[in-house]
């Protein structure tokens, strides 16, 4: 029991346990006028959206990159915190219709701090559907 410290290791590893590795994954359902705050610890974020729904994130670090995938359970309008800055400064238009799936890449540019936004490079793909 207790902590290890060391520079090395022998053997194959095959019996540690307690190490996470792979990809972390959050899912959130948010209906009309609700804000999906995405969790910047999680690498890809599942978004099920119906009505009016806001897009904003909480921590983060800067250099960390995520994907958002965006899923339309019946009409949705899809909108994004002013901590997203898309290529030209425009925000994309997301598909509507039930059923349309975007997916949004993103990359912590700057982690807000305080009296410093946070900033996300982001990219779109719309309308997978």
Do not use: C, M
């Amino acid at each position: 029991t207790g902590t290890v410290a060391a520079t090395a290791f022998t053997g194959d590893g095959s019996a540690l346990t307690g190490i996470e590795i792979g990809i972390s994954t959050e899912a959130l359902v948010k209906t009309n006028g609700q804000t999906a705050l995405l969790n910047l610890t999680k690498d890809d974020h599942k978004v099920t959206a119906t009505g009016n729904v806001t897009i904003d994130v909480t921590g983060g670090a800067e250099a960390t990159s995520h994907t958002l995938r965006v899923v339309n359970s019946g009409i949705a309008t899809v909108g994004f915190s002013t901590y997203f800055l898309f290529p030209s400064g425009g925000t994309p238009v997301l598909p509507t219709a039930s059923g349309a799936i975007s997916l949004i890449s993103f990359t912590v540019h700057r982690a807000g701090a305080v009296g410093v936004s946070t900033q996300l490079l982001s990219g779109s793909s719309v309308n997978f559907s």
